[in-house]
């Protein structure tokens, strides 16, 4: 079991930044990909940003350029540090924790970008 607690979003300007945190407990954290998804209101989940146990980072189109997502197994945590953000980047966003035989799920947080 692995429990997942996602921290950091807010309400930001079009241009701005944030940078999510999640904070992960109760299993080894080093042996679990880790995801980014998003929700935007009205449609589909959508991946947003994934890193491998070997810290390889895949990014959907629409972020890439934008958004970084990074892994400190130390802490036991995973960022998504997110720049240039947009009115379309408006979503409530997930943290997945991913093994062959499981997914964990954080509660989400919500990410506003409006002026």
């Known amino acids: 079991q692995v429990q997942l607690v996602e921290s950091g979003g807010g309400l930001v300007q079009p241009g701005g930044s944030l940078r999510l945190s999640c904070a992960a407990s109760?299993?080894?954290?080093?042996?679990?990909?880790m995801n980014w998804y998003r929700r935007a209101p009205g449609k589909q989940r959508e991946l947003v940003a994934a890193?491998?146990?070997?810290?390889?980072?895949n990014y959907s189109d629409s972020v890439k350029g934008r958004f970084t997502i990074s892994r400190d197994n130390a802490k036991n945590t995973v960022y998504l540090q997110m720049n240039s953000l947009k009115p379309e980047d408006t979503a409530v966003y997930y943290c997945n924790a991913h093994y062959p035989s499981a997914d964990y799920w954080g509660q989400g947080t919500q990410v506003t970008v409006s002026s």
């Open positions: 109760g299993s080894i954290f080093s042996i679990y990909a």
């Open positions: 890193i491998t146990t070997g810290s390889i980072t």
